[in-house]
């Protein structure tokens, strides 16, 4: 690649500038000419999406935006958060792949994070301590939610959301008012991410089987909470029967899964690593069906008509527009029958508990 001294000068004096700090977070303003390593950065180079994170610094944050770093379809990457993303930006942005990552820090940059992305991530707000259910974080986490939700409508209305801030069952109901508040509402772009349920009925019924979870499919249907979750283990891939205390065992280990790991971690948070996981595999398929690969099917909580309920998670087929189809449940049996008839009691009260919310 040659280089013109004087054409691409301000260009490169520009994209000096706009590295790590946007506008005014370390950097004085008129030091472009000091080419310190500290503030250079190569062209990123590849084509691909760009991406934010909302929330880069947390838990989840950090290893989900190191993995979105290395995601070769991710060419801008934007780590917003309220606290510590200059450090995060700086430590990811030396790593030597193709994604270009800027940092974004406080509401005043919120916006302009937002600028012309195609897929926002949102693991922002508190995460369980030992005894609280998801619905306890309702509180902080709504609101944290409906601001960002705010600024998305603003800046960048046709991304592509995958919601992790919990309780998801009641954030993706507020993100939809939020946007239809706004006139921008597509349901097929807003997506609750329930991809941990999955990875987690892939491990522990690849356990109970003795297989490689790489070879094996649980869907999970409902919702992101307790009995919410309702794994659809006669419809695991490959086909395998279990016996009824095999089922107890699962169904329980899977709607727990969560809970597990809280009081693992004794108060140090919920599930962190295996979710920056989940979110990267499931943004990964976003992304893949927004370039155009064909035949992506994941489980999302999203705006539904499969049951009565106006929100629902459940197998969608994902394309260029997000979610392109709903799959149908499929034939349940008796004990996934009754499941889901609990599983919609509280789902619906989640439902309106965040609608509610939003309207005030
Ligand atoms: N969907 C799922 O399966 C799933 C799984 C695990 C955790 N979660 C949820 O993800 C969320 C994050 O969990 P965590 O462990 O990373 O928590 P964390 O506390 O470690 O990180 C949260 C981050 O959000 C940031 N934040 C707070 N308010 C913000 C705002 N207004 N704008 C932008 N960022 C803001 C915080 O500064 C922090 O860096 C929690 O709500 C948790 O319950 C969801």
Redesign the pocket.
Known sequence: MSMQPNSDASERIARIAAHLNPHNLNMEENDSCSLMGSNCRSKGGAPGFKVAI????????QPLSMLMKINPLVSVLHL?????TPGVTADISHMDTGAVVRGFLG?KQ?EDALIGMDLVII??????KPGMT?DD?FNI?AG?VK??CEAIAKSCPKAIVNL???P?NSTVPIAAEVFKRAGTYDPSRLL??????VVRANTFVAEVLGLDPREVNVPVVGG?AGITILPLLSQVKPPSSFTPKEIEYLTDRIQNG?TEVVEAKAGA????LS?AY?AVKFADACLRALRGDAGIIECAYVDSKVTELPFFASKVRLGRGGVEEILPLGPLNDYEREGLEKAKKELVVSVEKGVSFARK
């Open positions: 909302l929330g880069a610094a947390g838990g989840i944050g917003y958060d309220v606290v510590n509401q919120l693991p922002a707000g508190v995460p369980r998801r974080l986490n944290i601001t960002l992790i801030s919990n998801v609750g991410v329930t991809m941990l349920d992101h969560g948070g919920s599930a962190t979710m989940a």
